[in-house]
């Protein structure tokens, strides 16, 4: 009898085993499939997903948050039951913060009453860990759930960053992280100089690990950002001539022909630097930079990230111009020390261009030059990769090639180059061999960036956001610069709104080699 019992038992157990076996197998294939429909915690196992937005009475989770997860759920790339919990000070009860969150165009979009039925709210405090503890009794009423049943949570933080310690931190204590997986989502500023970045890093980390911590760069998740690593990589024609020998400089602009929009107050403590430069910028210029990863999993091509960054030294003062925007030409326009919330001395910079350096034997003696600025002449941003002068003998007046990679407002590849004229004259012209996305693939549906950043949150991917790594490698480059203008109150030059910027920037992008051919237009740009 006992003989039979052990033999049961051991069945039992070669069962349990075998099913834990086909359980990791499916998990393996599901997360292989690109539009999987379950969430899962960094073991993997599948259950009840709440996704916690703090600041949702907010302008981020209103303008970003809520309209990618609407389309996320409506586009059936998020299981359909998952649960929104909107979470906020501002008292509201479900019907205000559903009339709140229909704006004029997601209330006419197919399946959007159907979101916001898995959305609920709570008010409340951010730093009291027992009124937080009701969007555990809210998720668990609304999902059905038993006291100790354990459910996946992500909490996105459309908060100002001072709020996220606080907040994490009452959410740590509370212990409604206990059962189930946490995932955390976080926007930049991360920090204001290393010395704050790598504090808020090492604070973040006493109380969720690495693995928990998805920190949004936005550009990340746009569609041409996103294809660098494929031209690189997955074509021959471009890795023998990606360096030192043929590449004679590299620009990234990143443009903007509109003000501070209402967030004067914020920018002003930041500055364009700190806006755009420090992150946006320096992540596509990783992605041009980097070495072949390992592999195309988030830590290998992070690690090549990080060591791409830490081969370039501080940028210096001599290879850095900072503007701020005044009036236009009409004197219509109000000019950056005029805005609501800018010091009335503000020397905060509204534009920068600066020059990186890379000491590795790929890039070294190219420079990297780096622009951005906001009340410029046009929206643009764009990577323009300037080869070394062909050397021949036979033409005159041959300007060099360049590869130019238009990341917004519409995805573009050209490559510039001389060609003949058509005809009987022996005329050279610059031409182009040319990628237009909207010509080649249409005007397509194409994800919003924060769509697919939360969507691999939800994957538990960590491929498109910053780890702290990188994030202080990124931080050591600038900050030096951003000491000594703050503590020089080094004034930036005034520049006219609606211009290309202050001169000073041509002069330095001139000096290291840049070529600006007047006379060439790439013929798509005016639909551009
Ligand atoms: C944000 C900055 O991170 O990026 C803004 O805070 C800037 O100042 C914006 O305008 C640019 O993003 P995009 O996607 O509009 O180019």
């Known amino acids: 009898m006992s003989e039979n019992l052990n033999e049961l038992r051991q069945q039992l157990d070669a069962a349990k085993r075998r099913i834990d076996e086909l359980e990791v197998l499916v998990r393996q294939k599901q997360a292989m499939s690109s539009g999987h429909e379950e969430s899962r915690d960094e073991k993997g196992s599948d259950r009840n997903v709440a ?38 000070r501002t008292k509201m009860n479900a019907d205000e913060f559903g009339a709140y969150m229909r704006d004029d165009v997601l209330k006419k979009s197919d399946g959007f009453e159907e979101f916001l039925s898995r959305c609920c709210y709570v008010s409340g405090n ?122 004679s400089n590299v620009k990234i602009t990143l443009k903007e022909d509109f003000g501070t929009q209402g967030r004067a107050g914020y920018f002003d403590k930041y500055g364009i630097i700190r806006d755009v430069m420090q992150n946006h910028l320096m992540q596509i210029f990783a992605l041009i930079a980097m070495e072949s990863p390992v592999s195309l999993s988030a830590e290998d091509v992070r690690d090549e990230k990080v060591k791409l960054l830490r081969c370039c030294p501080p940028i210096s003062m001599d290879d850095l111009v900072v503007g701020q925007y005044g009036t236009d030409a009409t004197g219509k326009v109000v000019p950056y020390l005029k805005e609501e919330g800018v010091a009335q001395d503000s020397i905060t910079p509204t534009f920068a261009a600066a020059i990186i350096r890379i000491n590795n034997p790929r890039w070294s003696g190219v420079p990297f030059i780096v622009k951005c600025g906001k009340g410029l002449n046009e929206r643009k ?16 007046d041959v300007a060099p090639n360049e590869l130019v990679f238009i990341i917004q407002p519409k995805e573009a590849i050209y490559l510039k180059m001389m ?23 249409g005007n397509g549906d194409q994800p919003d960036a924060y769509e697919r950043l939360i969507l691999d949150a939800f994957k538990t991917e960590h491929n498109l956001f910053v780890r702290t790594d990188e994030l202080e490698a990124s931080w050591s480059i600038y900050t030096p610069v951003l000491h000594y203008l703050q503590a020089n109150r080094v004034k930036p030059t005034i520049y006219e709104f609606g211009t290309r910027g202050p001169k000073e920037s041509d002069y330095l992008a001139y000096r290291y080699g840049w070529e600006r051919h007047e006379g060439y237009c790439w013929p798509q740009y005016k639909s551009v």
């Open 419 to 441: 060609s003949k004229v058509p005809g009987f004259k022996n005329e050279l012209v610059q031409s182009e061999l040319n990628l237009s996305y909207d010509q080649r693939y």
């Open 126 to 247: 951010y730093d009291k860990p027992d009124e937080l503890l009701q969007i555990d009794k809210e998720v668990r009423t609304r999902l059905q759930l038993e006291p100790e049943a354990a459910y996946d949570r992500i909490y996105y933080l459309a908060l100002p960053p001072v709020m996220y310690e606080p907040v994490l931190k009452a959410l740590h204590d509370s212990g409604i992280n206990k059962k189930g997986s946490t995932r955390v989502i976080i926007e930049k500023p991360f920090g204001h100089d290393l010395e704050s970045s790598c504090r808020m890093n090492s604070n973040l980390l006493r109380m969720y690990q690495e693995s928990q911590l998805y920190r949004i760069d936005h550009y990340l998740g746009k569609e041409m950002v996103l294809n660098m690593i494929v031209l690189r990589f997955a074509n021959s024609v471009f890795e023998p001539i990606w360096n030192n020998r043929y590449i």
């Open 381 to 396: 941003t764009e990577v323009r990769i300037q080869f070394k002068q062909v050397g021949s003998h036979l033409f005159k």
């Open 51 to 88: 996704m916690v937005v703090f600041g949702a009475s907010g302008d981020l989770a209103k303008r970003k948050t809520y309209p990618a997860l609407y389309h996320l759920h409506a586009k059936k790339l998020i299981c359909k039951d998952v649960l929104v919990v909107g979470y906020a």
